[in-house]
C-alpha cells in the first residue's frame, strides 16, 4: 500500500519486544532478529528507515528492559535512531520514559491522558499509553525542550473526558 501510493516507510516497528501475554519473556536475541528483518525488508524495498520502534505493546518493560535491549540495539547498530511505544499497564511506564531519556531517546509514541490500552495486555482495565502531557511535563521539569505547550496539551484531556468518561490513566 504505502509502495503504491509513493509513501516511504520510515520507521520499522518490533512488537512486543519487552513481553507478550502469551508467550511470556521476549529474548533479547528476538528482539535483535526483528531489528534485523525490518532493516532488511526496507532495504529490499529501496526505502532507508530513520529508526526502529521497541514497542512495550501490554505492558511489561521495567526501566532495566528499557536499557538492556537499547543497549543491545546501540551495540550492533550504534547509529541506528529508536524510539518507543510504551504502555502503563504496569505503572512502569512513565519510568521507562526516564530511563530512555538517559539513554539518548527522543522518539516515543504517547497520548493525550493515556488513552488507549491492549485488550491483549490481560490486567484489568488494560491501562493505557504512556501519557504525552506527563512526558511533555517531566522532560521540561527536566530541562529537556520538547516543542510542546504543556497548558495547552493539559486542556486536551479535559476535551478527551467529555468524550469517553471521566477516568481518564493520565496525570495531567
Excluded at 531489528?35 to 512495550?56: N, P, T
Excluded at 529508536?82 to 522518539?107: E, F
Amino acid at each position: 500500500i504505502y509502495r503504491a501510493n509513493g509513501m516511504a516507510v520510515e520507521w520499522g516497528y518490533v512488537m512486543t519486544a519487552f513481553g507478550c501475554s502469551f508467550e511470556g519473556a521476549v529474548p533479547i536475541r528476538n528482539v535483535l532478529d526483528m531489528v534485523q528483518k525490518s532493516l532488511d525488508l526496507g532495504q529490499e524495498h529501496g526505502q532507508q528507515m530513520k529508526g526502529i520502534y521497541l514497542a512495550d505493546t501490554v505492558g511489561f518493560a521495567t526501566p532495566l528492559d528499557i536499557e538492556t535491549r537499547i543497549g543491545a540495539i546501540r551495540e550492533r547498530w550504534p547509529d541506528l535512531r529508536i524510539g518507543l511505544h510504551l504502555h502503563d499497564t504496569r505503572g512502569t511506564g512513565m519510568a521507562n520514559v526516564y530511563a530512555a531519556l538517559r539513554m539518548g531517546v527522543d522518539q516515543f509514541d504517547s497520548s493525550v491522558a493515556g488513552l488507549g490500552g491492549c485488550s491483549f495486555a490481560e490486567h484489568k482495565g488494560s491501562a493505557g499509553n504512556v501519557c504525552t502531557e506527563d512526558i511533555i511535563f517531566m522532560c521540561h521539569e527536566m530541562g529537556i525542550e520538547t516543542g510542546m505547550h504543556l497548558e495547552a496539551m493539559i486542556k486536551c484531556p479535559r476535551s478527551a473526558a467529555e468524550l469517553s468518561g471521566p477516568v481518564l490513566p493520565g496525570q495531567g
